[in-house]
């Protein structure tokens, strides 16, 4: 028979890991391998963090140089390499199907809006991007925000081109910038969507809009980082106007 390993300091490692310490390096601390230490979260009833999850921590977590060091790396290792768009088109639908790169709150944000009523699909394909939450009968595309890497260099690029180009496919765009101290995602933001769909509902013609709010289901504080300065409104509408013209609403 094989024998059960024993680690001592268990629940202090298992309360590490749920306080967001890597798995791997907690499984060499404990002096076993990762899938040892994996069947000791599972039988602890702690579901493991995929890869999305554990990227969202250590960003969370990292120095202003770690997450420049996480960009360039990143950048580098795409750099000089062509994605034909009917590739993109095919990732994107393969995201839609497996969902995985969800967050857990995105994955709240879904159960809310499924228990209020609401068609939802995760991870929605619209071309060659993904939507976080795709409220889709009222064509609202609901993106989550949580870190700062979503206002730094190309990811800002992205950005604008992204949101232009949901909008120029028909969907409406709310942003939701939540963070786990001072704004998490409760009920307020949850409110503000229903709110908001039934105001489509009541004129189904109306033109594409671009909204900002907090996870409190608050107005976002005009500034830089949440993309709503006059001067992001004003970009990403002269951007659109060339592209047909939509309506523009930032709150």
């Not at 609202?140 to 909008?167: I, N, P």
């Not at 786990?180 to 105001?199: D, I, K, N, T």
């Amino acid at each position: 028979m094989s024998r059960k390993i024993e680690i001592p300091n268990l629940d202090d490692l298992l309360r590490r890991y749920v306080a967001g310490k890597p798995e791997q390096k907690l499984a060499r601390e404990a002096g076993v391998n990762r899938w040892t230490f994996r069947r000791r979260l599972i039988a602890a009833n702690i579901k493991p963090r995929n890869v999305s999850d554990s990227m969202y921590i250590r960003w969370a977590n990292a120095s202003a140089d770690d997450r420049t060091r996480m960009l360039d790396n990143a950048h580098a290792a795409t750099r000089g390499r062509t994605v034909s768009t009917s590739e993109k088109h095919r990732r994107a639908l393969g995201k839609e199907r497996s969902c995985s790169h969800t967050s857990p709150t995105e994955n709240v944000l879904a159960i809310d809006m499924r228990a209020m009523g609401f068609s939802v699909i995760q991870q929605k394909a619209v071309g060659i991007y993904n939507v976080d939450v795709a409220l889709d009968i009222s064509s609202v595309a609901v993106e989550v925000f949580g870190g700062g890497w979503h206002s730094c260099g190309h990811h800002a690029k992205r950005f604008f081109e992204r949101t232009v180009y949901l909008l120029d496919h028909g969907w409406h765009v709310v942003i939701i910038w939540v963070d786990s101290r001072r704004y998490p995602l409760g009920r307020g933001a949850v409110q503000y969507l229903v709110s908001f769909c039934q105001e489509l509902s009541r004129n189904p013609s109306s033109l594409r809009q671009y909204r900002m709010i907090l996870g409190n289901g608050k107005d976002a504080p005009v500034c830089k980082s949440h993309f709503n300065r006059p001067a992001d409104i004003e970009r990403l509408c002269c951007r659109n106007n060339a592209a047909g013209g939509y309506n523009f609403v930032s709150r």
